[in-house]
């Protein structure tokens, strides 16, 4: 079994690094790519204890970008070397830039009457805290029932607390990767929520212009019909495909390392190789 998307609570997941590690091991994975918003530290607790271990463990990482006023999730791996410092660097600006949206998002919500403070936030997410955290803050403070809740009113773009954040465009963040040694993938396509599937192919194929390397072909949101169209799209445009779970623990209970949402997630062996194969 292979998953190559995954979060631990070095960002908006619950497991640890050692959680996730013993959770891929039990659960029978033999190559797993840790890929954490914005950050490589979950990863890098990971990696003795995931060699002592022998578990595949690749280095991976998730950033939300925009393109054409749209925020699109784009995942890097990085199966050789690990990312060059200026890249690390770079990650460094992107988790302060974090930080500082969530200072101006515990202000918004105070100013529309919640009871909340960057403290409590942080207790959660630590530097990497993101809306998932406040949405949880929100549940168990009553002023919602549901995390979906919490973004609807509150968080997301049309929520009452709405708070911007710098996000990269894609092909800065694109090209960032590529310089660091790393490969760009288009994370859930399905989520892009293009109206066709011309528009889609269009949306994907600009991308590829921006250097975009591979698209995630296998998805806890994909469906046998998405993921049959990601597969040819992938073919013709000569993209490496990608898969994964996208597990983040108890904060999204119906998602299973490895399988995703009953079982809908199988990624084969050789897509690892492929990867691996293509850097350097
Ligand atoms: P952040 O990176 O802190 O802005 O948080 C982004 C994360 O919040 C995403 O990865 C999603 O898990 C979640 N999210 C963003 N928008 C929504 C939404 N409208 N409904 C539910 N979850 C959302
Ligand atoms: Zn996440
Ligand atoms: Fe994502
Ligand atoms: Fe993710």
Redesign the pocket.
Known sequence: MVDLHSHTDAS?GSDTPFELVDHALRAGVKALAITD??TLAGYAAAKPYAEEEGLDLLCGI?L?TKYLGQ?V?LLGYFPGEEPSTEFQDWLVELQDK?RD??RRLVGNLQRVGVDITLGEVESLGRTM???????SILVKKKYVKT??EA??KY???SGRAYTE?DEVPLDEGIARMRRAGGIPVIAHPVRLGRRTAEEEAEWIEAAVGMGMLGLEVRHSDHDATAVGRYARLAARLGLLTTGGSDY?GAYKPDIRLGTGKNGNVSVPMEWVARLRESCG
Do not use: I, K, V, Y
Request: charged share 35%; glycine share 4%; net charge negative.
């Open positions: 908006d918003h914005d998730e939300s925020t999730h974090r949206r969530n805290a993101g809306r998932p955290h406040f949405a995390m979906q973004f609807d968080l997301a773009e954040r983040h």
